[in-house]
């Protein structure tokens, strides 16, 4: 591997060369069933002959002309995603580190519009993680990101997660929002009860509070919905998206109710890149398979699949696989035994899943997965369970 790369990645040494639906294939030919979908990012699979095909017929138009200009692909694509969740106004941006900054400046902004500048902390749970901007590390709180870092940014408290009374203990008159993942997934798939979603919501506002809902991950019908928060019967002010919206195109959003997103003026925020005409073209590919009749409901039906075969999987090597985690296709296997372990050995037989907290080996699978693919995904995590199992003997 090259040495001019900064040392910021433990790369495991392949390469790819192509990719076809839910695998990637390498100059060698070698196919792998990619179970980690570049960390929730590729939600369509590799090579989707939609997003291609958008992709190209943009990018033989123009690039790029700023957001000093009408961006009419960029308002259809805010248009829909204000039709389909509970925001109305949508502000779009690089990636999912660039909604939380954007969200963060929006929270405070909204206070100081209504006289209240000394409302700017933020509550945020244990295990979350936003980024890995400065802001963002200091957010989620995580020694293992802020390592090395300080002096951190202030205006973050911490407090567990899915624990309601705790958090409204750490309610003071600075405190401007609640900030949470509803699921968390970086912190080990971790998913609360709905009940705790809906308790968000009650005591944001019983006490006047913004309550922001980070879907980076877990949004862009991940979990069988289009929105996680969706399950849960209930609504944030504020939405973070990235990752699956641009099917792996760098994409991120923002999206608000029309009462917080009025505090976004011109010159409050913005982006260079943010919504240029190629992402918008891909965003408005994903949503065009998304929004297909049927779609989620499928992404239902081979999630409860995979959850059904990994409970047993977890019932027959318990000494390798402790327990399953997760909604829909964010799934998470805490292991008994180290989590790299098993992630490297599922790579040599063929089968990627990224790693989480909590020795998760997070299973991320493209949306377009199907019951073959999940077959041949179980028959690997089994046959490392076997090896496991004969090394210990």
């Known amino acids: 591997m090259s040495d001019a790369l900064m040392n910021t990645y433990a790369r495991a040494d392949i390469a790819f060369e192509r990719g076809e639906g839910p695998y990637l294939i390498t100059r060698e030919g070698d196919r792998y069933l990619d ?38 692909e960029g308002e259809r694509l805010a248009e829909r995603l204000v039709a389909n969740s509970f925001a109305d106004r949508v502000f779009f941006c690089n990636s999912g580190v660039e909604a939380f900054e954007a969200a963060t400046k929006l929270v405070r902004k909204y206070f100081d519009d209504r006289n209240e500048p000394d409302r700017w902390q933020v509550i945020t749970c244990n295990g979350a993680f936003h980024g890995r901007s400065l ?6 709180g995580n020694e293992k990101y802020m390592a090395g870092f300080a002096p951190h940014v202030p205006g973050f408290t911490q407090v567990a997660f899915e624990d309601p009374d705790e958090l409204r203990g750490a309610i003071t008159d600075e405190t401007a929002a609640i900030l949470v993942e509803p699921i968390q997934g970086e912190g080990g798939i971790r998913a609360p009860q709905l009940d705790y979603l809906r308790a968000l919501r009650k005591i944001c506002d019983e006490a006047g509070l913004l309550l922001v ?26 939405m973070m998206l990235a990752k699956g919206l ?31 005409p190629l992402a918008m073209a891909c965003g408005n590919a994903v949503m065009d398979v998304m929004l297909e009749a049927g779609f989620l409901e499928q992404v239902q039906t081979v999630s409860h699949t995979l959850r059904g075969q990994l409970d047993t999987l977890i ?17 998470g296997l805490r292991c008994a035994v180290p989590n790299t372990d098993v992630i490297a050995a599922l790579r040599q037989k063929g089968l990627l899943a990224v790693g989480a907290g909590d020795n998760v080996v997070r299973l991320l699978p493209p949306l377009i997965i199907t019951d073959a693919e999940i077959e041949k995904a179980i028959g690997i995590l089994n046959s490392v369970a076997e090896d496991f199992r004969q090394a210990a003997e």
């Open 315 to 331: 019932q027959e090597h318990p000494d390798v696989y402790a327990e399953v985690r997760g909604m829909g296709l964010l799934l």
């Open 135 to 140: 802001t963002a590390i200091s957010a989620a």
């Open 213 to 238: 809902f980070d879907e980076i991950q877990c949004g862009m019908g991940r979990t069988g919905t289009l929105f996680a928060y969706e399950q849960a019967g209930i609504a944030p002010d504020i």
């Open 35 to 72: 179970f980690a979908s570049g960390i929730a990012v590729t939600s369509l699979g590799h090579a989707h002959p939609h997003l291609v095909k958008a992709l190209q017929e943009q990018a033989a138009h123009f690039w790029h002309c700023s957001n000093l200009f009408r961006i009419p």
């Open 246 to 276: 641009g099917g792996g195109f760098p994409i991120g959003a923002l999206l608000a109710t029309e009462e917080v997103s009025s505090s976004f003026g011109p010159g409050n925020h913005g982006t260079t890149f943010g919504g240029n």
